[in-house]
């Protein structure tokens, strides 16, 4: 197994085990992970939930905030996930769901084959040897096609936020031991635009449900200190 990450298929991973892991040391270098809309809720009790964008597409992304600075992930310490909540695009290593190269309209299965996680050895096997599926697999694609749904969702709800201009450019600052750290290139709502909305658009947001996942959004900016304790403890 050459490639890093491929497709997955009986012909080359056949034989291919995943150990159970809770340390998440593939995110161990990355200060933001994505967040879809669903996980609002319980994300934004222990973390920062913010928006960023894409320099090249210029659409907006949900993430949770993990760190300080590039390169840092302060949930991650000790081989040990130190949260109660672990956003599912964590969960889901090393496994990814991505349009097919021949055709963009069907999904693949892709496989980090440099992870850890991936074994020939010890663990789940993903195919038995009649080359059919185990239950393991099938609940791990069930899992990635309901977060590829729930994606879509996502999207759509940032689509909104920003047709209706409600997400400004922001930089969040917090003083740790008498250091300024500025987070930048951070996007948030904006509370006075998103008062000011009229009747129709914020009836709009109550059906659809996004309510809920603003509120969530702003009370967890909270969080930032929660960051700045585990920063101090990593000391």
């Given at each position: 197994m050459s490639l890093k990450n491929s497709p997955l298929n009986y012909t080359e991973h056949g034989k291919v085990k995943i150990k159970s892991s809770n340390n998440y040391q593939h995110v161990n270098s990355q200060q933001v992970v994505p967040l879809i809309v669903h996980e609002f809720s319980q994300a934004s009790?222990?973390?920062?939930?913010?928006?960023?964008?894409?320099?090249?597409?210029?659409?907006?992304?949900?993430?949770?905030?993990?760190?300080?600075?590039?390169?840092?992930?302060?949930?991650v310490q000790q081989e040990k996930w130190l949260s109660d909540y672990v956003p599912a695009y964590v969960t889901h290593h090393p496994f990814a769901l991505m349009p097919s190269a021949d055709d963009e309209t069907k999904l693949q299965i892709i496989i980090s084959e440099s992870s850890s996680?991936?074994?020939?050895?010890?663990?789940?096997?993903?195919f038995d040897e009649q080359?059919?599926?185990?239950?393991?697999?099938?609940?791990?694609?069930?899992?990635?096609?309901?977060?590829?749904?729930?994606?879509?969702?996502?999207?759509?709800?940032?689509?909104?936020?920003?047709?209706?201009?409600?997400?400004?450019?922001?930089?969040?600052?917090?003083?740790?031991?008498?250091?300024?750290?500025?987070?930048?290139?951070?996007?948030?709502v904006d509370e006075?635009?998103?008062?000011?909305?009229?009747?129709?658009?914020?009836?709009?947001?109550?059906?659809r449900g996004y309510l809920g996942a603003l509120y969530a959004h702003l009370g967890s900016?909270?969080?930032?200190?929660?960051?700045?304790?585990?920063?101090?403890?990593?000391k």
């Open positions: 009790a222990e973390m920062p939930v913010v928006f960023v964008k894409n320099s090249e597409s210029g659409q907006f992304q949900p993430v949770a905030i993990l760190g300080f600075k590039s390169g840092e992930n302060l949930f996680l991936v074994t020939e050895s010890e663990g789940n096997a993903l080359g059919n599926e185990t239950e393991y697999l099938q609940k791990r694609k069930n899992a990635l096609g309901n977060y590829y749904e729930n994606m879509q969702v996502s999207q759509a709800f940032v689509n909104f936020l920003s047709e209706k201009e409600l997400l400004q450019q922001r930089t969040l600052t917090i003083e740790l031991n008498g250091e300024k750290l500025n987070l930048t290139g951070l996007y948030l006075k635009a998103l008062n000011a909305l009229s009747d129709e658009d914020f009836l709009i947001l109550r059906k900016l909270h969080q930032l200190k929660r960051l700045a304790d585990l920063k101090t403890s990593n």
